[in-house]
Nanobody, 120 residues
Framework: VQLQASGGGLVQAGESLRLSCAAS????????MGWYRQAPGNQRELVAT???????NYADSVKGRFTISRDNAMNTVYLQMNSLKPEDTAVYYC???????????????WGQGTQVTVSS
């Protein structure tokens, strides 16, 4: 199983970006999906999560600006980021808690990270 993230880039403050993260491989079921970010010198922090039932959770710093969604048929999670601020600059990592075919437990997989840079 692999996760491939895409969609990062360099934008100006106030602009938008959409991140995507697709899981590939032999997958039985996916539970939670999420996005995390890590800025230089900081610890990795939660941005948003979405569980299989559709409930979502956001960091206070992104509420009202970011929207997480998922496409279960495509094993993909998205992060729509609007009204971006310079403090959103970080490497963004996706995660998916999934159960591969042939095993009876869930584990968390991580994408490779995608850089988001917001200039003022």
């Amino acid at each position: 199983v692999q996760l491939q993230a895409s969609g990062g880039g360099l934008v100006q403050a106030g602009e938008s970006l959409r991140l995507s993260c697709a899981a590939s491989g032999s997958i039985f079921r996916i539970n939670a999906m999420g996005w995390y970010r890590q800025a230089p010198g900081n610890q990795r922090e939660l941005v948003a999560t979405i569980v299989s039932g559709g409930s979502v959770n956001y960091a206070d710093s992104v509420k009202g600006r970011f929207t997480i969604s998922r496409d279960n048929a495509m094993n993909t999670v998205y992060l729509q980021m609007n009204s971006l601020k310079p403090e959103d600059t970080a490497v963004y990592y996706c995660s998916q808690q999934l159960r591969p075919n042939g095993v009876n437990y869930y584990r968390t997989y991580w994408g490779q990270g995608t850089q988001v840079t917001v200039s003022s």
